[in-house]
């Protein structure tokens, strides 16, 4: 066998019999070969680094609070997995895309790394600047959670039919006082979970007025959303927090002042990471496949690499609701409940 056909192997170069293939992993497998990452980028263009940027305050306020960055987690499992079954390594940069340095340390970051593909989670798979940067460099890149004009392979996870599915399985239940904090304003999928909410309202012919608090991903948010909510002169039976962190907010809030969950409020979260399930009690979520979405978008880049053809439309990765113990029937005396503080 020609050291050719043992490179295109070890590389992924399609077109090589199965037999073959086979034989040369048997081979790396006995021999423990582990093939040079250097090598390899010496050899020709590639990198074989794929680079993911993450936003730097909210990556670093989650660690710093020790809150857990369940997202992040989900983000580089899959990312990561997937890149090693490609011979690729994935590198996390944390950059603010508030930052008036953005275009330096974007550069600085593609200069160090040299990757052959980047990932963009929220917020900045919806900026414009980013986007038009990577656009002109020439790097593939796909954006997770945002459909705006610009480039790259578009990946979302279905955010508006998950804020109506959990609207409806709440309305099924017979609440019909329905609050939802929101997301920061600079997500796109914030505007999406709650036009979901807001259609389901809609169809249900219920009232939304002074339903919609404005949140930022943050368990104060949730805290502070919740109290608005259970002030209200007609408060909600039933909220919908557009993190897991904020829906802790709420649930910590609503346990501070004696309001039960189910009994007197149910409560639905967004990411499903394991602080919501393995809470007090267990939160109704929808589950969110991150680490499918971004497995498919390493994939994406990878297939660009080698010059195959890939669709402009959005990918929507389909969301499920997972239910638990923080839902229930409302009932007279659990609306009554909520005004006892």
């Known amino acids: 066998m020609s050291l050719q056909t043992v490179s295109r192997i070890l590389n992924?170069?399609?077109?090589?019999?199965?037999?073959?293939?086979?034989?040369?992993?048997a081979a790396i497998d006995r021999l423990g070969y582990v093939p040079s990452l250097a090598a390899q980028r010496m050899a020709g263009a590639h990198s074989y680094f794929i680079l993911a940027l993450n936003d730097r305050a909210r990556t670093i306020a989650d660690w710093q609070s020790d809150q857990g960055t369940g997202w992040v987690d989900q983000m580089l499992l899959g990312g990561m997995l997937t890149c090693a079954k490609h011979g690729y390594r994935m590198i996390v940069e944390l950059v603010d895309t508030h930052s008036d340095?953005?275009?330096?340390?974007?550069?600085?970051?593609?200069?160090?790394?040299?990757?052959?593909?980047?990932?963009?989670?929220?917020?900045?798979?919806?900026n414009p600047l980013i986007v038009r940067l990577l656009t002109e460099q020439g790097i593939s890149f796909a954006r997770i959670g945002s459909?705006?004009?610009?480039?790259?392979?578009?990946?979302?996870?279905?955010?508006?039919r998950a804020g109506r599915i959990a609207t409806e399985h709440l309305v099924a239940l017979g609440h019909r006082r329905i609050g939802f904090v929101a997301g920061p304003a600079s997500y796109e999928l914030s505007g999406w979970?709650?036009?979901?909410?807001?259609?389901?309202?809609?169809?249900a012919e219920l009232d939304t007025t002074d339903l919609l608090v404005p949140g930022d991903f943050s368990h104060d948010a949730g805290r502070a959303a919740g109290a608005w909510l259970l002030e209200l002169a007609d408060p909600a039976t039933a909220i919908i927090a557009s993190n897991d962190q904020?829906?802790?907010?709420?649930?910590e809030l609503a346990r501070g002042r004696g309001v039960r969950v189910p009994e007197a409020l149910s409560l639905v979260s967004f990411d499903d990471t394991p602080a919501v399930r393995f809470a007090h009690p267990p939160l109704t979520a929808i589950?969110?496949?991150?680490a499918q979405v971004a497995a498919r978008a390493v994939e994406l880049i990878i297939a660009?690499?080698?010059?195959?053809?890939?669709?402009?439309?959005?990918?929507?990765?389909?969301?499920?609701?997972?239910?638990?113990?923080?839902?229930?029937?409302?009932?007279?005396?659990r609306v009554s409940q909520a005004h006892a503080f």
């Open 101 to 126: 340095h953005i275009e330096r340390e974007l550069m600085a970051a593609l200069a160090a790394v040299q990757p052959d593909g980047v990932i963009l989670t929220p917020p900045h798979s919806g």
């Open 193 to 203: 979970r709650v036009e979901g909410w807001r259609g389901a309202m809609a169809a």
């Open 147 to 160: 459909t705006s004009a610009g480039g790259g392979f578009m990946l979302v996870m279905d955010d508006e």
């Open 287 to 290: 589950t969110q496949p991150v």
């Open 12 to 25: 992924k170069a399609p077109n090589v019999r199965d037999e073959t293939v086979a034989r040369v992993q």
């Open 304 to 333: 660009a690499r080698k010059g195959r053809a890939s669709t402009s439309d959005p990918i929507n990765i389909p969301v499920s609701l997972q239910i638990r113990q923080t839902t229930a029937v409302p009932t007279r005396s």
């Open 246 to 251: 904020m829906a802790l907010g709420v649930l």
